[in-house]
């Protein structure tokens, strides 16, 4: 290109723009947070009581400026069979808002028999 007069730029290409070049929250951690959000409220007003399937509670939302609507019964049942894919710290938030089936299972150790204990000779 030298050869032709041409220069190369010496500014480097701007980051792409995408989901992930930010650093703020996947749709998905998103949606949680609605949920949970959304859970929160129902645990306020409704106390232990179970949400129904049906249940829709509308939370304020950054950015918006009408509440959103959120189908909490659905988000809860799918949530709940989905389980197995949350974090930790999902399941443990989960768990502080009255939702047993959250609480970290911990895998029952096998039984110990008599020659488990006897000290090595």
């Not at 650093?23 to 306020?44: I, N, P, T, Y």
């Not at 304020?60 to 894919?85: F, H, I, Y």
């Not at 959250?102 to 096998?110: C, G, Y």
């Amino acid at each position: 290109m030298a050869n032709l007069g041409l220069q190369p730029d010496p500014t480097p290409p701007p980051a792409p723009v995408g989901a992930r070049a930010t650093k703020g929250q996947s749709k998905a951690q998103q949606a949680f947070q609605r949920g949970l959000a959304a859970l929160a409220q129902w645990v306020e007003r409704e106390g232990d009581r179970p949400v129904p399937r049906g249940a829709v509670v509308e939370i304020e939302v950054d950015g918006q400026t009408e509440a959103v609507p959120v189908r909490l019964g659905v988000w809860v049942s799918n949530t709940k069979s989905r389980r197995d894919r949350l974090d930790a710290d999902q399941l443990d938030a989960l768990a502080k808002l009255g939702m047993d089936w959250a609480k970290l299972v911990t895998m029952p150790q096998a039984p110990r028999t008599a020659s488990d204990r006897l000290p090595a000779s």
